[in-house]
């Protein structure tokens, strides 16, 4: 598995660092207020279970699965619910955990759609963010990392539903996807 990785982009410990960090960030920010974490399956689950051990508050937490890549490295614009949420978010505090923001369809839509059922706030906590992919304007509230334009894989994150146990986030080698 390590040997389709060029590089190493965010490493075990910046990881850590980013999750702690943010952690506080979160707990202050959400103080007073009615917390709902919503994680995006598949991808949020490492990051989802480091950033929440380090939110000392109490909140709730909920998992939607959708779907843009269809299993390529290129989003297909077409946003899918494949599981929904299984509690009402209306008038919740929403706090979406996202692995990865790159032409924000995803988080748009989404955030559209949590708006329409009556959630008094939607903001975006992720792990990573690549600006320069954006097709909707969109400027995520808690980034970890800005990544280059690459596709990147590990900590969640799939190529293909693989590499997600990666510890660590790396830029897959070309020749990986371009021999499929
Ligand atoms: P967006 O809708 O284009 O912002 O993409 C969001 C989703 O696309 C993420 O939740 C990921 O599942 C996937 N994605 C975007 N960039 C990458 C990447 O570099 N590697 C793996 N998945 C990615």
Known sequence: MHKDIAEILVTEQEIQDICTSMGKEIAADYKDKN???????????????????????KFDIAYMSVSSYHGG??????VKIKMD?????????????????????????????FKHRGASSVKI??????????????????????????FVVGYGLDYDEMYRNLPYVGILKPEVYNTK
């Not at 989802?48 to 939110?55: E, G, H, M, Q, V």
């Not at 990573?128 to 909707?136: A, F, M, N, Q, Y």
């Open 125 to 150: 906590a992720t792990l990573l963010d690549k600006p320069e992919g954006r097709i909707k304007p969109y400027e995520p509230e808690y980034v970890g990392r800005v990544i280059p334009k690459a």
């Open 35 to 57: 917390l709902i974490i919503v994680g995006l399956l598949k991808g949020c689950v490492p990051f989802l279970a480091d950033l929440t051990r380090k939110i000392d508050l």
């Open 73 to 78: 490295i290129a989003s297909s614009g077409d």
């Open 85 to 113: 949420l299984d509690i009402s978010i209306k008038g919740r505090d929403v706090l979406i955990v996202e692995d990865i923001v790159d032409t924000a369809n995803t988080i748009v839509t989404i955030m559209e759609l």
